[in-house]
């Protein structure tokens, strides 16, 4: 895939969603932090029906880790593994109190040594909370970016470090957004909705592979 068709694929993105944005509810980066780490292996209707009822009883590190891990567990045990993220949710709130002043940082360094945020979390918050133009590569994305041969690789590395070298620098700050959700909605993984798919005739995928309709 050239250049010039995916500045077209974008420009058509940011067209269709002209203000993208994570679909978690959030208000600060802690809370952001938190319903990233909730949404591993979890939908973010699930995750935010859970922050719906925990925000308004404790959002920040010092009232979550008030709470403890059986607290937490009460507002959390509608959502997969919630056993496993209770108790990372609870060990991160200790270190951004011990270490970060409550604070959520800023650097990647720092965002991944806290426990169950990996690199995708640390990219959707860097990302999300603080205008970096990172790209964090989940299932969605990867699909579409191999689907699409806009970005093809073997894993999610890869893909998140064609991606960086590929997409036109207008379009990076919000190209996360473009791609989860269009892979989200449009792009799915077991039927293609390519018939209303608005870069359709700009995709590559082998046209055997396209479902008819």
Not at 27 to 51: C, H, M, R, W, Y
Not at 79 to 88: H, P, S, V
Not at 124 to 139: H, Q, W, Y
Not at 155 to 161: G, K, L, T
């Amino acid at each position: 895939m050239n250049k010039a068709i995916r500045s077209e694929i974008f420009a058509r993105l940011k067209a269709q969603r002209p203000e993208p944005t994570t679909e978690l509810n959030y208000t600060t980066p802690f809370e952001l932090l938190i319903a990233v780490i909730l949404s591993a292996q979890a939908t973010d209707v699930g995750v935010n029906k859970a922050t719906d009822k925990l925000y308004p009883v404790a959002n920040t590190p010092a009232s979550i880790l008030a709470l403890g891990v059986t607290g937490l567990k009460r507002y959390i045990n509608t959502i997969g593994l919630f056993n496993a993220k209770a108790e990372n949710v609870i060990k991160t709130c200790r270190m951004l109190v011990e270490l970060h002043g409550g604070e959520v940082p800023h650097d990647r360094e720092s965002l991944e040594a806290l426990p169950g945020v990996g690199r995708k979390t640390a990219n959707v918050v860097l990302n999300t909370a603080f205008g970096e133009p990172t790209i964090a590569v989940d299932t969605h994305i990867f699909r579409v970016s191999n689907r699409t041969r806009m970005a093809p690789g073997k894993n999610v590395v890869e893909v998140e470090n064609r991606l960086n070298r590929v997409v036109p620098e207008e379009y990076k700050r919000d190209a996360h957004h473009w791609l989860i959700l269009h892979g989200r909605y449009t792009c799915v993984a077991r039927t293609p909705k390519c018939g209303s798919c608005i870069i359709e005739d700009l995709c590559e995928m082998p046209m055997s592979k396209r479902p008819d309709y």
